[in-house]
């Protein structure tokens, strides 16, 4: 099993930066991509920014020139920097890894979320 967590969500007012964190741990043998999902109220999921293990990056077009993704494959962790938030970011922030480990192929896993909150 792999289990993430994250950290780094909050408070900030519009046009303010905030920067997410997930570490991975568990028996991982390989992480092929991780990324960031969020979710608002009374919409679907969606993806907001991955990179994978070779650094290739894949960003949401509303969040492109604002957000960066980045990962430190040493340490199992991804980061999302943030910034020139807007109240239309407010949502709940799922970290997401594609791993395998010593008991199963590539498989998604997903950490249990962080709020960001974005006041105008």
């Known amino acids: 099993q792999v289990q993430l967590v994250e950290s780094g969500g909050g408070l900030v007012q519009a046009g303010g930066s905030l920067r997410l964190s997930c570490a991975a741990s568990?028996?991982?043998?390989?992480?092929?991509?991780m990324g960031w999902y969020r979710q608002a109220p009374g919409k679907q999921r969606e993806l907001v920014a991955a990179i994978t293990s070779g650094g290739n990056t894949n960003y949401a077009d509303s969040v492109k020139g604002r957000f960066t993704i980045s990962r430190d494959n040493a340490k199992n962790t991804v980061y999302l920097q943030m910034n020139t938030l807007k109240p239309e970011d407010t949502a709940v922030y799922f970290c997401?890894?594609?791993?395998?480990?010593?008991?199963?192929?590539?498989?998604?896993?997903w950490g249990k979320g962080t709020l960001v909150t974005v006041s105008s």
């Open positions: 568990g028996s991982i043998i390989r992480i092929a991509s």
């Open positions: 997401n890894a594609v791993a395998a480990t010593r008991y199963s192929d590539l498989s998604d896993y």
